[in-house]
């Protein structure tokens, strides 16, 4: 495909950065082969132009597709390169906090410098047996594909963990022997723990901290966990590498010594330490140079305690244990021994040097002498020995080097204590071996360590490159497609300028051989000889004491300083043979080895004669020994499959979850992982089946490109899309593609989603655009018509009021006009009256002045006009003094208010005060001025105006007083007629006042009665109201203790629970070590008996034995065998010895099952001998009653007279006597022929038997079939002709045999046929049934319900047509019953009256001759009668032997409970207690042995579990205890035991009902789990709606078989088969719903966990799909009533994570709404899910970091648990409620197919 359509715009690129390595950046025009640049956009915003080189024209990398992003496998990326690893890791550690990546074969550990909880036991198990890449990637899921590969490929296994310090190996190489411990449970006690117990003992030891890390390991080492043929583990082995001694002595700033230095400093003040003169760890030489003696968050005391803990626990007494302390003690004191100069060549210690004393002391050397040599070297030469004194640097040397030899070997001596502890006497089958090693190293100083530790590297990576590089070339041949050979880096160049001849190693150990050898002259040996001869060495310009390798990782400069001295590690040895003399007895034991090596090399020197030389000669060197190690340890892994863990530091400063681009760049160079990429990259990284491709790719082919054949529909696409056919090749089962084509691909489905995305939306909006306008429409349409409607209503309503204002109006006017009109012709009538008033009055003035009355009226008119005037002027007076006051008044209070204003206007403006005064005289003045001639005016005008005045009011006042007159004249009627209405009113009201008074006299007397009543009830109530206050008070107090009763009833019901949940764990735990001594015990019996015992079997014993023998016989040969390849394969692994291993096994497997049919026929045989048995009774009984008979008829002493010849009781007897000698004779035949079958038969299975050599029979003496013909006389054989009678009854049941083989397989092929025909009708329907689901599902939601309300409607017809079919039927067969019962019933009718007559015949006949003996029914008394010794015989066929599907089926439920009870109840009645408890506790071990032997069947344990119940039930309803017998019938009660008290065996055998619960919850557990995954998570049920994510993962290879999909149907299957099990074996109805709820839990608990461990689950349809099949679960619950168990409760957290995974996921409220949703999960599994969420399609998105944080943030006040995963194994605690049987005693019947005949029912 050419680079412009890759390089397009808005294509993104990855641009080289010198601060985050990699910067993403956008193309924003596209690219044309010739451009010299690449114009791009940074994330930020920048635009920047890439400029590209001419030469090589080399673009940069693409990025890849958004929805590739964080995949498990680095591989898996569509373009692979470094930035794409890079962002990969980044996205997966920071984003989704992912520490563990695949790539390829790899997986990439990253150290997050946090506590993770994803290393429970219940990760564990959810890892157990999962496939490699079904899970997301975890240490756990590499440590179960070791472990798998073991067991399949019997190939020993290696783990091998690198990086460098402080990346985290100790821990993911802990991790992986925990989960091998946890995986595989040992044959020996507490291996496991011995295994992981050498972790802390080795950390202590080898592990110091350094400036990268606090717990850094520096020492390499490789564990051997070793496995049996069951793949348990028997033991361990430790070997390890390159000690960094030079720590003892000496740590760099802010480093320090090994931790159990610390521990021991920590730990001084314990008593038994005393003695070790102990203290701080500051008081030390070699533990306070780091100047740091403590870890952050590490407490050394208690890390000792645990130390010495793992030594207990590997068998290290407290004694060797002091003696390991003695010497490490000793170690800080002598670091502490003080050197001193003499002079320039010597030096000395003082005598009474604390720390040289206490040294000396607790090795147990003299200190004199230690002293000596610690100053001195002896020299030796060939003719003499001197004592020579060193120099005071010389000394410190040599005191520092014994310090770090002693450690040394006690490091050694450790290590192979630890071997021996871990040393099991079990055969190692296999190993799985775990590589804990340092990685690449480089600092700014390097030295003889790194050269070493970088070597080692070199070794495991070349190992790495060739196993990547053939699993490649493996896959592509296996596919069979065309592939050339990858090139990829070969490090054995620079391997080669280390280790081979004349290279740095054995240079280095050339010059530690020289006397004179020195760094200087080794230094310029090695620029002479690898200089120019080999490209990976060179030499610093500016050093000659240096020298640079370029290695895989990068090229390292080595300081030649210190490697002769390092390399040859001498130590005095006159220090050593002091320390050799001591007591000491772990100190000697320390330099055995070098005694040893001394002698045999003495030997070898006597011989040839050169001592010295050949003892110098000797000892090896550090890098030679480092060699040969490494060798072995190369010889080993490639002796097994490795699998690789690459450990990578995020950054240098220990903060959690940070990645420093530079620093995880480096490591991915260093550790291989890019070269994995390059090597990946180089081929065909993307691999997919064709139906993942198909199912991806199918929106890219048009409806005429889709065959039937998926196969080739890929191919025509592929030819389609891409042109070069180089960039993909199509294999068997896959396609691989080049890198880069995946995201091509992606490329075109996501344009063509696109488009397609844009076709749909731009008819969807067209829709949604047309269905707004047409709804505005139609809105504007009904707006108007209400609009209109109301300004019609408006308009109405206005013409009305209008209407009825003019009404209104025209009533209102004609009103006022009518009321004025009254006024008007009243005001007119008035008028008129006072007129003609007027009128007659002034005729009568007239008359009266003019004729008589004028000169008195002229006086009395003068009279009273003056005493108007005297009134008026009096008033006027009055008047006027009112007026002059009030207006005094108002210039009073204005003068008030002046001065008021004045004193305010004074106060503000106090400094104009004398102005204001001059002021105001002036104003005085001119008033009195002004008064003086106002006064003159004013009398002047008085004296006028007086005058006027008088005169005028004069007038006035007459005109005034005429007036008053004539309006008093008018008033004067109106005044008497309202005086007279105002008289009336008063008295009215003088009426209503007296009434009102009497009313409220009335009133009053019973207001005060009422008070009085009410004061009298109130003080009641008040008394009541105390009362009732006390009353409360006391119910307060009540409640009060109430409620502490309810909690402390709460409290102690918690208390029961979780004691009883303790019991009954403690009782599991209890029952399994019993069952383990048990089997110990047997194993033990049965090693002492197999080597004891013959191999001779009798016939009796063959039956019962037969078994046994076949186990012994194999375990013994498997043991024989197992001894021979252990002494052929100790030193390695035989292939071919394997194979006749494994086909010896088979035939033993093979010979076990021939044995067990055999044992099967022989029980067969057993029954067949017993119906024989039975047949011989009856003919014996028979024989007797003929012999009854027969005396009875001829007996001669008998007084009765016989009966006469053709009588009829002579008849009659003759007719019995005929039939009876009939039938012997029947059962005669029948019993030869069984016996001559019989004994054919044991004849043939004897001969054919393996045992038949022991058995002496001799066939000879059985004619065959030919003899008979031959014989001449039959009699000569046989008198009585059995003989012949056998061999024609042989015959017939021959044939009889034959004709029902035949019958049968004519039966069984119709029920064949049946069978097939039902299963294609269920596929037909099932068919039908998907495809109606399907077009349902493209339906809208109305036309779905109607479409299913169809079919279930259809379905529903179809069951009632056929009920109703079955139905007529049965109402034929009912029919038919009832004609033959009505015929039977005739007969029975004419047989009584038959009988009848003949009875009466008797009684006329003569009496004393009884025909027909008539035996009374009998009264059972609910009790089974046995001998004493039969508990056994009872128990091996009622429990042993019993098969629970036909006593389910057949027989009442708990029926071996009832036998066994009803056998109790004997032994209680004939008051046997010795019985009692023997058949108890028989019956208690017979269970437990079966459940044992058959633990895993659940059939077998639900049955066991039910008649457990059961017979314990009994035990309490039976008792006698009145609580009990409430719920029994009269008749049960005289069933109750009547001398025993069985309280205790009731506990006894409630204990073991516990214990088959938890066996059949396990047994179901076993069951289900295999199912539940594949049925919750990976299967489909809905089709269409879950998208399928690209991933392109390359799974490893699995052990077990791909079986086909597992579907919920298969699920709910099981769960009912577990229902009806339990329902046909009686289980309590209770109990029943404990096991439903506790298989719910189980379900929920196995999917939730999965689904946190899964990456590509946890997505919006997978979300859907969880809902529906939970929708299912809860159906199930409701068809079977069992909706109140409390299972459905259990499926809460299951049913919230699939919430979490479909609510909206953006804003602040969704997140408050998640946290009020999620209440049945954690924190930490809600933060799981959402960081695990993933988008299957484009469309969806990621969840930020931010709204996660907002989560936590929400959720970090939760009291709750900080696990995250769910309790897989938990089990409910179990209540075992007494539930009655309603069964009496006495109507249990024993079937005969229980072979239970020597028991009487009484």
């Not at 002498?369 to 030796?380: G, Q, V």
């Not at 504007?780 to 300004?791: E, F, L, N, P, S």
């Not at 059972?1420 to 019993?1442: A, F, H, P, T």
């Amino acid at each position: 495909m050419a680079a412009a359509e890759l390089y397009s715009k808005y294509a993104r690129v990855w641009l080289p950065d010198a601060a985050e390595v990699w910067k993403s950046a956008e193309l924003t025009k596209d690219y044309t082969p010739g451009d010299q640049t690449l114009s791009l956009q940074l994330e930020d915003g920048t635009k920047v132009e890439h400029k590209i080189d001419p030469r090589t024209n080399n673009l940069p990398p693409l990025r890849n597709p958004d929805i590739l992003v964080g995949e498990n496998d680095l591989t898996a990326l569509s373009y692979l390169h470094e930035p794409a690893v890079l962002h990969n890791l980044k996205v997966r550690f920071i984003d989704s906090r992912l520490i563990y990546t695949y790539c390829g074969i790899v997986l990439v550990a990253i150290n997050p410098y946090e506590r993770l909880p994803i290393y429970d036991a219940a990760i564990i198990n959810a890892y157990s047996g999962q496939n490699m890449g079904d899970m997301d990637p975890h240490i756990f899921a590499v440590a179960e594909e070791a472990y798998k590969q073991m067991a399949r490929d019997e190939r020993n296994q290696s783990i091998i963990v690198s990086g460098e310090s402080g990346a985290g190996k100790t821990v993911s190489a802990k991790y992986a022997m925990r989960y091998f411990a946890t995986v595989s449970s040992s044959g020996e006690a507490n291996v496991e723990e011995r295994v992981l117990a050498s972790s802390p003992i080795m950390e202590a030891l080898g592990n110091a901290k350094t400036t990268r890390n606090d717990n850094s390991s520096r020492f390499g080492k490789y564990i051997e966990i070793g496995f049996d043929t069951k793949y348990c583990i028997t033991g361990a082995n430790m070997r390890t590498y390159l000690l960094e001694k030079s720590r003892v002595v000496f740590q760099a700033h802010s480093e320090r010594n090994y931790h159990i230095f610390y521990q021991l400093c920590a730990s001084s003040h314990l008593p038994e330490f005393k003695a070790f003169r102990l203290g701080c760890a500051d008081d030390f030489h070699c533990t306070n140079q780091g100047q740091s003696p403590v870890i952050d968050g590490v407490d050394d005391a208690k890390e000792m305690c645990n130390t010495r803990r793992s030594f207990s626990l590997l068998g290290i007494g407290e004694s060797d244990q002091m003696e390991i302390y003695q010497i490490l003690s000793a170690i800080l004191h002598l670091s502490n021994v003080e050197v001193k100069d003499q002079s320039a060549d010597r030096c000395s210690i003082k005598q009474d040097d604390v720390h040289l004393m206490v040294f000396c002391d607790l090795m147990g050397v003299p200190c004199e002498e230690m002293a000596h040599w610690l100053c001195h070297r002896k020299l030796k030469t060939t003719t003499e020995t001197f004592v020579k004194p060193v120099p005071k640097i010389n000394a410190i040397y040599g005191r520092d080097a014994l310090a770090k030899h002693i450690y040394a070997r006690l490091f050694s001596w450790i290590v192979d204590s630890i071997n021996s502890a871990l040393k099991s006497t079990v055969k190692q089958h296999s190993f799985i071996g775990v590589l804990d090693i340092y990685g690449f190293e480089t600092f700014d100083i390097n030295s003889f360590e790194q050269f070493c530790i970088n070597y080692a590297n070199e070794k495991l990576q070349q190992q790495f490159n060739l196993h990547v590089f053939k699993l490649e070339q493996e896959e592509y041949m296996k596919e069979e497609i065309p592939w050339t050979l990858i090139d990829f880096y070969d490090n054995q160049p620079c391997i080669n300028l280390i280790e081979a001849k004349l290279g740095v190693l054995d240079l280095l150990d050339e010059e530690c051989k020289m006397p004179k050898g020195s760094d200087e002259t080794w230094a310029q040996k090695l620029y002479n000889t690898l200089l120019k001869q080999n490209a990976h060495f060179e030499k610093p310009r500016l050093s000659n004491r240096a020298f640079i390798i370029h290695h895989f990782a990068d090229k390292v400069e080595y300081q030649c300083v210190g490697f002769l001295e390092k390399n040859k590690d001498t130590v005095n040895e006159e220090q050593i043979n002091v320390l050799k003399k001591s007591k000491f007895d772990l100190l000697l034991k320390l330099f055995e080895d070098d005694e040893k090596a001394a002698k045999s090399s003495n030997k070898l020197t006597s011989s040839i004669g050169r001592a010295g030389s050949a003892k110098k000669d000797t000892k090896k060197t550090v890098g030679l020994q480092f060699r040969q190690s490494l060798h072995l340890l190369m010889e080993t892994l490639n002796a097994t499959t490795p699998h690789y863990v690459r450990c990578i530091k995020p950054n240098d400063h220990k903060a959690p979850f940070t990645l420093d681009p530079v620093r995880a760049v480096q490591q991915l160079r260093a550790c291989g992982i890019l070269e994995t990429i390059r090597i990946s990259a180089a081929g065909f990284p993307s691999r997919w089946t064709y139906q993942e491709f198909f199912s991806r790719y199918r929106v890219l082919m048009k409806q005429k490109d889709l065959l039937p054949d998926r196969k080739q529909a890929c191919k025509n696409l592929l030819e389609k899309l891409i042109k070069d056919q180089g960039k993909y090749q199509f294999g068997k089962n896959k396609i691989f593609f080049r890198a880069g084509q995946v995201a091509f691909l992606e490329k075109l489905r996501s344009d063509k989603l696109r488009m397609a995305c844009v076709s749909i939306q731009k008819t969807i909006r067209c829709w949604l655009a047309r269905k707004k306008y047409l709804r505005m429409r139609e809105s504007a349409i009904t707006i108007q018509k209400h609009v209109r409607g109301h300004q019609a209503r408006c308009y109405a309503k206005f013409l009305l009021q209008t209407r009825a204002a003019i009404i209104i109006q025209r009533n209102v006017r004609m009103w006022s006009k009518r009321k004025r009109y009254q006024q008007q012709r009243s005001a007119a009538i008035t008028v008129q009256c006072f007129w003609r008033a007027h009128m007659a009055r002034k005729q009568y003035h007239k008359l009266m002045y003019e004729k008589k009355a004028i000169v008195i009226q002229k006086w009395v008119k003068g009279w009273l006009a003056r005493q108007h005037y005297k009134r008026i002027l009096a008033a006027i007076i009055l008047l006027q003094s009112c007026v002059r006051r009030m207006r005094a008044k108002r210039e009073l209070k204005k003068l008030k208010v002046e001065a008021r204003s004045v004193e305010h206007f004074k106060k503000l403006n106090i400094g104009m005060e004398n102005k204001i005064l001059q002021l105001q005289h002036k104003i005085n003045e001119q008033q009195k001025e002004n008064r003086e001639l106002s006064e003159k005016l004013c009398v002047t005008e008085k004296a006028q105006t007086m005058e006027i005045e008088r005169q005028s009011s004069e007038i006035e006042n007459l005109r005034r007083s005429e007036q008053e007159t004539r309006a008093k004249a008018e008033r004067l009627p109106s005044l008497l007629e309202q005086l007279s209405f105002l008289q009336h009113e008063l008295e009215n009201t003088r009426r209503e006042k007296e009434d009102l008074e009497e009313q409220t006299k009335v009133y009053k007397e019973q207001t005060e009665q009422v008070v009085d009543e009410l004061n009298t009830k109130n003080n009641l109530l008040k008394n009541d109201v105390d009362e009732l206050n006390k009353q409360i008070v006391e119910q307060a107090q009540q409640l009060t203790e109430i409620q502490t009763n309810a909690e402390n009833t709460k409290q102690l019901e918690q208390d029961l629970t979780e004691e009883r949940s303790r019991y009954q764990s403690l009782l599991s735990e209890h029952l399994h070590l019993e069952e383990r001594h048990r089997d110990l015990k047997e194993q033990m019996d049965l090693n002492t008996t197999s080597s004891k015992s013959s191999l001779k079997r009798t016939d009796s014993n063959y039956s019962s034995n037969s078994s046994e023998f076949s186990q012994s016989l194999g375990s013994t040969e498997g043991e024989d065998s197992s001894v021979q390849t252990e002494d052929e394969t100790q030193t390695a692994v035989d292939l071919p010895v394997l194979l006749k291993l494994q086909r010896r096994v088979k035939e033993l497997e093979q010979e076990k099952q021939s044995l067990w049919q055999q044992l099967d026929k022989r029980e067969e045989d057993q029954q067949e001998k017993a119906k024989r048995q039975e047949l011989e009774s009856e003919n014996k009984k028979l024989k007797q009653d003929l012999n009854e008979l027969r005396k009875s008829l001829t007996n001669e002493n008998s007084d009765l007279v016989p009966p006469a010849p053709g009588s009829l009781p002579y008849k009659v007897l003759l007719e019995q006597l005929n039939s009876s000698t009939e039938e012997l004779e029947m059962r005669k035949e029948e019993v030869l022929l069984l016996r001559s079958h019989l004994v054919r038969q044991e004849a043939l299975k004897h001969k054919d038997s393996a045992l038949g050599e022991g058995v002496k029979l001799d066939l000879s003496e059985i004619p065959s079939y030919q003899d008979v013909h031959k014989s001449t006389d039959i009699h000569t054989l046989n008198e009585d002709g059995e003989l012949w009678l056998a061999y024609e009854g042989l015959k017939e049941t021959n044939r009889l045999l034959e004709y029902q083989m035949h019958e049968q397989e004519r039966v069984h092929n119709e029920r064949y046929m049946k069978l097939v025909e039902e299963m294609n009708k269920l596929k037909d329907e099932k068919e039908q049934q998907q495809q109606m689901l399907a077009q349902s599902l493209l339906l809208p939601e109305d036309a779905r319900i109607e479409a299913s309300l169809k079919l279930e409607i259809t379905r529903l017809t179809r069951e009632n047509l056929e009920l109703l079919e079955q139905q007529e039927k049965q109402d034929k067969t009912i029919r038919k019953l009832k004609k033959q019962l009505k015929l039977y019933m005739k007969k029975v009718e004419d047989f009584e009256v038959s009988t009848e007559q003949e009875n009466r015949r008797s009684v006329v006949s003569p009496p004393g001759r009884a025909v027909n003996i008539t035996r009374k029914e009998k009264e059972y008394q609910g009790m089974l009668e046995y001998k004493q010794g039969d508990e056994s015989r009872l128990l091996k066929n009622l429990v042993i032997d019993l098969k629970p599907r036909g006593v389910a089926v057949s027989f009442t439920p708990g029926l071996p409970a009832y036998i066994i009870f009803m056998c109790v109840r004997y032994a209680d009645i004939v008051n046997d207690d010795q019985r009692v408890s023997t058949l108890l506790n028989s019956t208690i071990s017979s269970i437990k042995g079966v459940i044992k032997r058959r633990g895993n069947d659940f059939e077998v344990v639900s049955f066991w579990l039910a008649n457990t119940c059961r017979l314990m039930h009994c035990l309490k309803q039976y008792s006698g205890d009145e609580v009990f017998m409430v719920h029994n019938t009269a008749k049960q009660n005289e069933h109750c035991l009547t001398n025993f008290e069985l309280s205790e065996y009731q506990q006894v055998f409630g204990d073991l009902a516990i214990q088959i619960y938890r066996q059949l919850i396990k047994c179901m557990e076993d069951i289900l789990q295999h199912l539940i995954v594949s049925s919750m998570l990976e299967n489909e049920t809905i089709q269409g709606v879950l998208g399928s994510k690209p991933t392109g993962l390359r799974k490893r290879s699995t052990s077990f078989s791909e079986e086909g999909a597992v579907t919920m149907e298969v699920l709910l299957q099981r769960l009912g088969l577990f229902h009806t099990t339990m329902s046909q074996h009686g289980m309590d109805s209770d109990l029943i719903k404990q096991v439903v709820k506790q298989q719910f839990y189980i379900i929920c608990a196995v999917t939730l966990n999965h689904l946190l461990l899964r990456k590509d689950m946890c997505s919006w349809g997978k979300g859907l799909q969880i809902r529906y099949n939970v929708w299912q679960l809860e159906e199930w619950l409701a068809e079977r009533e069992l909706t109140d168990c409390g299972a459905k409760e259990t499926l809460e957290p299951l049913i919230q994570a699939a919430q979490l995974l479909q609510i909206k996921k953006k804003t602040e409220a969704d997140a408050q709404a998640i946290c009020n949703m999620c209440t049945g999960l954690t924190t930490a599994q809600i933060v799981k899910v959402l960081t695990l969420y993933t988008p299957v399609i484009e469309f969806e998105e990621r969840v930020s970091p931010s709204f996660i944080t907002t989560i936590k943030n929400l959720l970090k006040d939760r009291a709750e648990s900080s696990t995250l995963m769910m309790d897989a194994k938990k089990i409910f605690t179990v209540t075992l409620p007494f539930t009655p049987s309603s069964v009496a005693l006495d109507t249990v019947q024993i079937p005969s197919s229980l072979n239970l005949g020597f028991l009487t029912r009484i």
